[in-house]
């Protein structure tokens, strides 16, 4: 077989994975070891046909796929791996440029600037900010904190209590101090408890990730400038909400951000991995990681992005961001962020209209955070259950104390009929 023909093949197999992906069990069926046990334990001697490994695909590996991309997945932060990004994955596969100078790669240097720049305009934010793009969230906040350091010569990181663990994990890896600030009713940095006089950096989250609540960013803003802390704001999921201008609230304050992260791999249809890193301030970032080997050392008088993060070989990633910006335009990203709000609307309405069944935070996105009535046990075992049946998959967390269920509507495909069966799902188990 020909590579035309494999290829043909294997999008064949992926419009078939997207057109089936909802009548599969949303959370792999399988036990630690099931997978491993079929695969044979040696490589290959001879070189197989490519139809053989897509057998195997089918065969050994469905059965271990949790499904992310079914319209039923509601656990952590649902995503979705948009057509016009799985091709262009392909492409940059095919490409597979490894654009750590300028001239190894102008064109995913230029594109990456030029996407990040426009994605910039259709959120919203401040003309003139340094974009690149990192794999994920927890790279980019390696990154922002490493440029803090840098430009305050620091070692505290201040974040809330409800800050996501890649802030404390980037502070291990940079040798920096983490310290937590207690949230208000509303799961809400408090800023009244923040002291900054050692601090390189705050972290402020728009949209944490157990319950999706936002930092008082303005408030947040105002203390780093008059302690001259580094402010980065971590909107890896909620970030792509901006788009659409009446979830906007949720940015103010952001103008004055020295670092910003928006995931477009969450909640933007692009798929894993590209998290987008904007910078007020590109020269602290630079100092942060430039260095130039004499075998790197060019007469190019142009960026090299490699110089802004931790990685030297970069994948041509901004292609597939470029495709969904492209293919779905402004409308069409505003049309699929509304709906999954609206989604989420019309459960948390659901929830709250039926008794023995309580809201536990406010709905801000497409997170519904919520329980039953009764002990945490009797919630973890509804969890269990529906996630065992494999009708639907969802996720928890904990708030106040107690065990609270989270449904995050965000996959693409989603409709109403499928939070109808998650929701009838839950009642029943
Ligand atoms: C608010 C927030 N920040 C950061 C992350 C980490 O993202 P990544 O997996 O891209 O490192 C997450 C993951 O869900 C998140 O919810």
Known sequence: MSFRDDGAAAVEWAARYLEQVGEYPVLAQVRPGD??????????????????VLRDVDEILLPGITHWQSPRFFAYFAVSASEPGILAELLAATLNSVAFLWRTSPASTEL??????????????????HGHIEDTASTSTIAALAAAR?????????????AHSSVDKAAKLLGLDVRKVPADAEF???????????????????????????????????????AGAWLHVDAAYA?????????????????RADSLVVNAHKWLFTPMDC????????????????LVPEYLRTSDEVDSLSDY???????????KLWAVLRCYGREGLQARIREAVRLAELFEGWVRDEP????????????VCFRRDGSDADNEGIVERVNRSGELFLSHTRLGGRYVLRLAVGNERTTEEDVLRAWAALRQA
């Open 35 to 52: 997978i491993t046990s079929r695969l044979p334990a040696s490589p290959p001697e001879r070189g197989e046909p490519f139809a053989d």
């Open 112 to 129: 990456e600037t030029v996407t990040l720049d426009w994605t910039a305009q259709l959120l919203g934010l401040p003309d003139g900010w």
């Open 150 to 162: 840098e430009a305050t010569g620091r070692n505290v990181v201040v974040c809330s209590e409800h």
């Open 188 to 226: 809400r940095l408090r800023v009244e408890e923040l002291d900054l006089t050692d601090a390189a950096a705050v972290v402020a989250t728009v949209g944490t990730t157990s319950i999706a609540s936002v930092d008082p960013v303005p408030a947040i803003a105002d203390a780093c400038a008059s």
């Open 239 to 255: 970030g792509s909400a901006w788009v659409c201008p009446e979830l906007r609230w949720s940015q103010a304050g952001v103008d």
């Open 275 to 290: 998290s987008l890193l904007w910078s007020r301030r590109p020269e602290d970032l630079r100092r942060a990681f430039s």
């Open 309 to 319: 993060g931790p990685a030297l070989g970069r994948r041509f990633r901004s292609l």
């Open 356 to 367: 023995g069944w309580e809201v536990c935070a406010p709905r801000h996105f497409s997170l």
